[in-house]
Structures are given as structure tokens and as C-alpha cells.
């Protein structure tokens, strides 16, 4: 019968306890080591990185808040004018969410050809899956901000250069993400469909789909996020929509100020928005069906 | 010491434990038994604050426990030590770490992440794992221990919380008849040596009337008996299970001596 003993032999414990002791000696030690290389390379480099700023940081910091605050003082005398200004650039935002939203469609669905073509055990040419994955490493690498640029060098100013250039972003990004989904899938009813005779693209739409949808739908959704995100930057470099207005805004400098505040009222809101409700169909989607 | 007074639990439109009482005046040795789903995890759950009640209070020396919020909440939940049938340790975390969490709420969470333990606590880690017979287990990690002895080290996390109640749920519920009976007989220890109070969540009714001076049996979420094991009669276990004429008390049970009883009642008949 197993007794527990509630007596140890005292001699032995001691021993245990003295080196367990001694190990977690050592393991501070170590942290604590670790910690000082830490602070040693924060405090060192930070101090290179200031002494290289034409500015200085600690010179710089107490007028951190100084333009947020002219904008906010002009924008609050003037906030009789806030509602038409909204209403005015209400059309921009709707280009900048368009930009968006066409751009995460034709991405995922690039992203959808680059992943099943780029995932071990589902691609339609197993030998070219290194040439796949490389090519939405690269589509990823290079961001959008630097297409569009080049893109809009040769088509000119507009939306379709930006909707391009994030397009491809979003496809790299995303054939890396649902490679990732589409490794975890279970592969017998692909094998399932193979057995009758089921084509490849068949075998795809049928036995992998189903199973990843809700995980690729979501992150279609958080990319889409993003992607009001990068559209309102590429505005910026001429790409039109609700950054180019906010450039234009800005960049005249105090007098327009109102015309900022506007547009980042609208910004904020749109991604909140779309946030929330992107966020409540991922929720949806991953933890079960419609309750 | 502890009052449970009509301590309801409602999920949607499904009551889990309905209008419980139950009143307990010096530190006894509870055993709760029922199916799977009559409410037992539940109201344990509540009692440690895992969960709220929908209605009902629970009173502990005169303090209203259901009421606690933030601090004093997790005040109680350190007075009052949980032990899981899947043990819920940190698997990838050495054992004597496991142990030392159960001082976390005396701890802020900058000595926690620095690992900071005073070397008195440590020691006291160690008698205790040495007291339930797995001091050699020490430096080892949770994960590579058996079940019976990482619920061994839950224990022991629950004893270094110096707790005035231990709940455990299931406790043996995933280990074998060996270790089942090692983990009871544990718990059994800490009972009558450290005078705890220790309600277990059984569903075998054997080890409740071994080890317990109390049995209470749920079903459907009501309490339907609380009395001594004693009191406990086949009619009266039927009931709790809801079973027919055909159940027995062997049927249920995880024990090895019943095995035995079992063979040798057997090997009478045939003699």
C-alpha cells in the first residue's frame, strides 16, 4: 500500500533545499546580468542616436506637444465650421475606404493563389514552392509606400497606382499568413477527393476551403484595417483620397488647421469603425458559428 | 465558519447549482459528490470567487465573500486554495516555483518576474513537497512528472498559500487507483494534522465515505442529501445518481480493495 511519508529524513532536505538554493542563485545572476547588458546597450545607444540628432532629443521634448496643440486650439475656434468640413471631405474618405477595400480584395485573392500554391502537401507544382515563397517574400518586402512612388511615376497621380501598390503588399502578407492557416489542414478529404478524380482546383475549392475560410476571412478583415491605414498614407505622395486632402491641410501650415482637425476627426472614426466592426465578424467567425 | 445561503448559478436559461445551503461550523472534511453536471464544479468554482453567483451569498467567519471585489477578492481566493483535476500548473516552470506561486498574492509582479522569492519562503517550499514525499522532484520541471505527483505539487502550491479552506475539484478524477488513493490519503493528512477545511469534489462514492466526515449530494444543481457517509444508503445513492435498481456502489468505483472485495466475495461464491 503506498504510505506517504510525512517525516522526511531532515539531512536530506537540507541538501535539497542548499542546492536548490545555489540554482536559483545562479539563474539570478544570470538575469541580473542580462539586465545590465540590456540597460548598458539601451542607455549607450540612445546616447549615440542623440548625439547624432541634429535637434537633440532633450532640447526637442518639452515642444512635443506644441503642434498637436496649435491644431487643436485653431480647430476648436473654428469648430462652428467642423460639420460642412466633414461633409466636404466626406468624398475623400469614401475614395481612401474604396482604395482600401478593392485592394484587400484582389490582394487576398492573390495571397489565396500564392498560399495554396506555396503550402507543402497542397501545391498544384510541389517543385516550385520555394519560387512561390520567395515571391510573396518579396511582394511583402517592399513596401507599399516605395510602389506606389515608382508606380506613380509612371502612371501619374491617382487612385489606381495606390490601390496597386497596396494590392501587392496585401497579397505577400496575407499568401504568408493563410500558408500558415492552410499547413494546419487537415489533408484526408483532399486525398478523399483525389480518389475520384477531382482536379486540383477542384480538390482546393471542396476539401481545403471549407476548413480554412472563417481563419482566412479574418484575416482579410484585420488586413483591411490595415489597409485604410496605408491608403490614407499614400495619400501623402499623391494617391489621392483623405491623405492627400490631410497633406495639402497641413503642410500650408496654421490657417487650415480647422481643415485637419476634420480630417482626422473623419480618419479616427473610420478606423474605429471599421475596427469594431471587423473585430466583432473575426470574433464571429473564429469562435463558433452565430450565436 | 462557512455559510452558503441560497447560492444560485444561472448559464442562459440553465440553472447549474440552484439555491444551495449549506453551513459548516468547525473545519471538516466535505466530500461532494453527483453525476458530471450536477453542479458540483460550479459551486466550488463560486466559493473560491473563479465565479460569481447569480444570486445567494456565501459568509466566511462572518465576512461577506460573494461581495469582494479587486484586492480583497484575491485576498480571499490566497485564503482559500483550489486543486484541479487536470492539477493546472505551469507546466514549462520548475516544481518548487510551482509551489512558491501559491505566496503570488503577497507578491507584486515586479519581484514576481525577477524571481524573487525570499529564501525563507523557498525552504518552506521544499519541507512542504518534502512533507507530501516529492522533495527529490525539486528542480525538475511540472511537465515531466507523473499525474499523481504533479497533483502532489498542487497540493503543495495549495498548502504554501497557508489557506484556511481547500477546495479541490475532482482531484483524482484523471489518475489511477495507486495515486488516487496517495492524493486522498494527502489530503486527509493536511485535514486532521493542520485542521483545514477540505471539501473535494468526488464522483466515486466510495472514496467519499472513506475519507470524508460529510457527504453532500448534488443532482440536477440541488443539494439532495447532507449527511454522515453513514446516513449514505445504497436508496439514498441511487437517488443522488438518478440510477435505477441495478446499481451498485462497486460499479462506481475506483478503489482497488473493492476490486478485491469484488474477487474474493467471487471466489467465496465458488468455493
Known amino acids: 500500500m503506498a504510505d506517504i511519508s510525512l517525516s522526511g529524513a531532515p539531512q536530506r532536505v537540507d541538501d535539497i533545499q542548499s542546492s536548490y538554493m545555489a540554482q536559483v542563485q545562479r539563474r539570478r545572476l544570470y538575469g541580473g546580468l542580462t539586465l545590465l547588458i540590456f540597460v548598458v546597450l539601451m542607455v549607450s545607444g540612445f546616447n549615440i542616436a542623440d548625439d547624432r540628432n541634429a535637434g537633440g532629443f532633450w532640447e526637442g521634448l518639452h515642444q512635443i506637444g506644441d503642434y498637436p496643440a496649435d491644431v487643436l486650439s485653431e480647430a476648436w475656434a473654428k469648430r462652428a465650421d467642423l460639420p460642412g468640413l466633414i461633409v466636404k471631405y466626406f468624398p475623400a474618405l469614401v475614395e481612401t475606404i474604396n482604395i482600401a477595400a478593392v485592394s484587400t480584395l484582389i490582394g487576398a485573392l492573390g495571397g489565396l493563389f500564392l498560399s495554396l500554391l506555396g503550402t507543402r502537401g497542397l501545391a498544384r507544382w510541389p517543385r516550385l514552392i520555394p519560387l512561390f515563397r520567395r515571391l510573396s517574400d518579396i511582394m511583402r518586402a517592399v513596401p507599399e509606400i516605395v510602389i506606389a512612388l515608382v508606380l506613380i511615376f509612371i502612371l501619374g497621380g491617382g487612385p489606381v497606382p495606390a490601390m496597386i501598390a497596396i494590392a501587392i503588399h496585401t497579397a505577400g502578407a496575407l499568401g504568408k499568413m493563410f500558408s500558415e492557416v492552410a499547413e494546419n489542414a487537415d489533408l484526408k478529404s483532399v486525398e478523399g477527393l483525389a480518389s475520384t478524380g477531382a482536379t486540383w482546383s477542384q480538390r482546393m475549392l471542396l476539401g481545403v476551403l471549407p476548413q480554412v475560410a472563417p481563419n482566412y476571412v479574418s484575416y482579410a478583415l484585420l488586413r483591411f484595417e490595415i489597409n485604410i491605414r496605408a491608403s490614407a498614407i499614400l495619400g501623402f505622395v499623391g494617391a489621392g483620397g483623405l491623405g492627400y486632402e490631410l497633406r495639402n491641410a497641413m503642410a500650408w501650415g496654421p490657417g487650415r488647421f480647422d481643415e485637419a482637425g476634420a480630417i482626422f476627426i473623419l480618419l479616427f472614426g473610420t478606423i474605429v469603425f471599421f475596427d469594431q466592426l471587423s473585430s466583432r465578424y473575426r470574433n464571429r467567425l473564429t469562435e463558433g458559428h452565430g450565436q | ?271
Not at chain 2, 23 to 37: A, D, E, F, L, Q
Not at chain 2, 39 to 45: E, Q
Not at chain 2, 104 to 112: G, I, K, Q
Not at chain 2, 167 to 175: G, Q, T
Request: proline fraction near 3%; hydrophobic fraction near 40%; include cysteine.
Open chain 2, 1 to 271: 465558519m462557512l455559510n452558503i445561503d441560497a447560492l444560485t448559478k444561472r448559464f442562459g436559461d440553465k440553472t447549474a447549482v440552484d439555491a444551495a445551503n449549506i453551513s459548516v461550523g468547525t473545519p471538516t472534511m466535505i466530500g461532494v459528490i453527483g453525476r458530471s453536471g450536477a453542479g458540483k464544479s460550479t459551486l466550488l468554482r463560486m466559493v473560491n470567487r473563479l465565479s460569481d453567483a447569480t444570486t445567494g451569498s456565501i459568509t466566511y467567519e462572518g465576512e461577506e465573500i460573494t461581495a469582494l471585489r479587486g484586492a480583497a477578492k484575491r485576498n480571499w481566493q490566497s485564503r482559500c486554495a483550489m486543486i484541479f483535476q487536470q492539477f493546472n500548473l505551469v507546466p514549462r516552470m520548475d516544481v518548487v516555483s510551482n509551489v512558491l506561486h501559491g505566496t503570488l498574492n503577497s507578491r507584486s509582479t515586479l519581484a514576481t518576474m525577477f524571481n524573487l522569492y525570499p529564501q525563507a519562503d523557498i525552504h518552506r517550499a521544499i519541507e512542504i513537497l518534502d512533507r507530501l514525499g516529492i522533495a527529490d522532484q525539486a528542480p525538475k520541471r511540472a511537465e515531466a512528472l507523473s499525474g499523481g505527483q504533479q497533483q502532489r505539487v498542487a497540493i503543495a502550491r495549495a498548502l504554501m498559500q497557508d489557506p484556511k479552506i481547500i477546495l479541490a475539484d475532482e482531484p483524482i478524477a484523471s489518475l489511477d487507483p495507486m495515486n488516487a488513493q496517495v492524493v486522498m490519503q494527502s489530503l486527509r493528512t493536511i485535514h486532521e494534522e493542520d485542521g483545514r477545511m477540505v471539501i473535494a469534489n468526488l464522483h466515486t462514492l466510495d472514496t467519499a465515505r472513506r475519507y470524508c466526515d460529510r457527504v453532500i449530494g448534488m443532482r440536477d444543481g440541488r443539494i439532495v442529501f447532507d449527511g454522515t457517509p453513514a446516513q449514505l444508503t445504497t436508496g439514498v445513492a441511487r437517488d443522488i445518481y438518478g440510477a435505477g435498481a441495478d446499481f451498485s456502489e462497486a460499479a462506481t468505483s475506483t478503489e482497488i480493495e473493492t476490486l478485491d472485495r469484488q474477487t474474493t466475495c467471487a471466489a467465496g461464491a465458488y468455493a
